[in-house]
């Protein structure tokens, strides 16, 4: 991924409310509506939209069903780091709290971190590259 490439990947992608908000009124459901379907208060789906409050997993999953999206789709908008499975990775493994302290001691930027990966995986003949 060129700077240029990853700078116009970075000004496209939409925070999880603005792709559930886009999402909702391309299907023409009102706020009110939306938060009936998922019996939950509209608040709420204003403050996810906002970016004020996030979903949990299981009312992720029913929006991306109401939304009629993938819900994998829907996680790669969300913007908070996979704690959960970083906390089990480094439990399982140490040398993973070592390898992410080391990490974020660089200060790497992500086009870094994404250049990292993608030629690991170059190196690795990782079709998924």
Do not use: W
């Amino acid at each position: 991924m060129t700077g240029e490439s990853f700078a116009e990947y970075a000004y496209t992608v939409k925070t999880l409310g603005q792709k559930i908000r886009e999402r909702r009124e391309e299907l023409d459901l009102s706020l009110r509506e939306f938060a009936k379907k998922l019996d939950c208060s509209p608040p709420f789906i204003s403050d996810v939209e906002h970016g004020r409050r996030f979903p949990s997993d299981t009312m992720l999953e029913q929006m991306s069903k109401h939304l009629k999206l993938d819900a994998a789709e829907l996680r790669q908008h969300d913007p908070r780091a996979p704690l959960d499975e970083m906390r089990r990775m480094t439990e399982q493994d140490p040398t993973y709290a070592f390898a992410f302290r080391t990490l974020l001691e660089k200060k790497p930027t992500p086009e870094e971190i994404l250049r990292f990966v993608n030629d690991g995986k170059a190196r690795k003949g990782d079709p998924k590259k």
